[in-house]
């Protein structure tokens, strides 16, 4: 007999990790394609939100292997904030990866728009 229960929690962690390696390998592309525009703005731009977007994806990872900690019971071991912990270090993730991605944005926007006056 299959464990329904079981089942749903390894497809939907099995979604958080692939969103969190295609987040993290999009990071890594887009520090790599820097090199092609060279140390223009546009580069420059692309390498801040590169960062932003690998916090983003640790971010991901960290939350996936909570979710597969407590359901597996793992924090039975370990103090009880140990999950709270982990969820501050998640939103710090989040928030870093978010800020860093709307700040390199907006300066990559106001630099293009001081160079096209």
């Known amino acids: 007999m299959i464990d329904t229960a079981r089942l749903i929690n390894i497809l939907i962690e099995s979604g958080s990790f692939i969103a969190a390696f295609a987040a993290l390998s999009a990071g890594v592309v887009m520090a790599e394609l820097t090199r092609k525009f060279g140390t223009g703005i546009l580069a420059d731009g692309f390498r801040k939100n590169?960062?932003?977007?690998?916090?983003?994806?640790?971010?991901?990872?960290?939350?996936?292997?909570?979710?597969?900690?407590?359901?597996?019971?793992?924090?039975?071991f370990l103090p009880n904030y140990a999950p709270l912990i982990l969820l501050a270090i998640k939103e710090i993730f989040f928030v870093l990866g978010t800020y860093i991605i709307v700040i390199g944005s907006k300066k990559t926007g106001d630099s293009i728009e001081s160079l096209i006056k």
């Open 50 to 76: 590169s960062i932003g977007v690998f916090c983003i994806g640790l971010g991901i990872v960290i939350d996936a292997a909570n979710s597969y900690l407590q359901i597996n019971n793992f924090y039975s």
